[in-house]
């Protein structure tokens, strides 16, 4: 039978535990936050941009456009071009980087170099290289070729070490 006496102390034996409990729940140190991404290189939020509002600067080759390169939520870095090709020019040789790529052809014809492979696509085309793996594209047509270019760094692919494209350009 249960006395009395077995009850307080059952009481006291859970009050203690909570207690114990309570006390080691707050004594823990708060999970470390994240470090802020640089003030100049903000976590990129959902958003849109406006052909319009893309500024357009003459190469060598033809033209740019920057839309963005700025950490996400789940990459290191996305960055996202676009580029106008003049009619029978090359934007680089092939190269390699760590980082995945690809490009979308909105208009023209271009000259692809799929690792190892060349393959001419037209407008609507969709190419997808790999990390390390050599590409590179030329305009074969004669009117200017533009494509959109979406680069992405998973975690940690940015602190890889990539030889430099000819000419000391980036890898991207």
């Known amino acids: 039978m249960i006395t009395r006496r077995d ?3 059952a009481a006291l034996a859970v009050a203690s535990t909570l207690a114990a409990v309570t006390v080691a729940e707050t004594a823990k140190p708060a999970p470390a936050a994240p470090p802020p991404a640089p003030a100049d290189k903000a976590i990129l939020d959902s958003t849109a941009w406006q052909w319009a509002d893309l500024e357009a600067r003459k190469t060598d080759v033809g033209q740019y456009r920057r839309v ?3 950490p996400t939520r789940t990459l290191d870095e996305l960055e996202m071009h676009v580029t106008t090709l003049n009619p029978h020019t090359t934007s680089h040789p ?3 980087h760590a980082n995945e790529e690809m490009v979308i052809l909105k208009e023209g014809t271009l000259k692809a170099h799929v690792n190892g492979k060349d393959v001419i696509v037209g407008p609507g085309a ?3 290289y790999a ?5 590179g594209v030329t305009n074969v047509g004669d009117t200017p070729a ?3 270019v979406i680069n992405w760094a998973s ?3 940015l602190t890889k070490k990539t030889p430099e494209a000819p000419g000391g350009l980036s890898n991207r």
Request: hydrophobic residues 30%; glycine residues 4%.
């Open 7 to 9: 009850c307080v102390v």
């Open 68 to 70: 963005v390169r700025q």
């Open 94 to 96: 092939p190269h390699t």
């Open 126 to 128: 969709v190419l997808f």
């Open 131 to 135: 990390s390390m793996q050599p590409h």
């Open 146 to 148: 533009t494509y959109y």
């Open 155 to 157: 975690p940690g692919t």
